[in-house]
């Protein structure tokens, strides 16, 4: 399996990104998929997860922030990240596993991570 994340960066409070994870069509179609993030020092946090049906959750500290969607055609996840806060700052990680472990906060299978920072 195999997990390419993009769209990282630095942005002022109150500004937006998105960002990408890629995977391959099997992966993409057949198992849940989800964001994570960890800040220096803080636990890990699912951000956002979506099972092979579309189904979407958003944890509570972002919803209503961040949008979780995805691309069919490019075998593609995205997290559009809106009206960004200093607690967002992080390194986001793209996972993909069975639904009971991305549920259970332990996918096995792990993208190197894109850093997001808010100031």
């Known amino acids: 399996v195999q997990l390419v994340e993009s769209g990282g960066g630095s942005v002022q409070a109150g500004g937006s990104l998105t960002l990408s994870c890629t995977a391959s069509e099997s992966t993409y179609r057949s198992i849940c998929m989800a964001w994570f993030r960890q800040a220096p020092g803080s636990q890990r946090e699912t951000v956002a997860t979506?099972?092979?049906?579309?189904?979407?959750t958003v944890a509570g500290t972002v919803k209503g922030r961040f949008t979780l969607s995805k691309d069919n055609g490019r075998s593609t996840l995205y997290l559009q990240m809106n009206n960004l806060k200093t607690e967002d700052t992080a390194m986001y990680y793209c996972t993909a596993d069975v639904c009971q472990l991305i549920r259970g906060g332990i996918p096995r299978y792990w993208g190197k991570g894109t850093q997001v920072t808010v100031s």
């Open positions: 979506v099972d092979s049906n579309g189904v979407t």
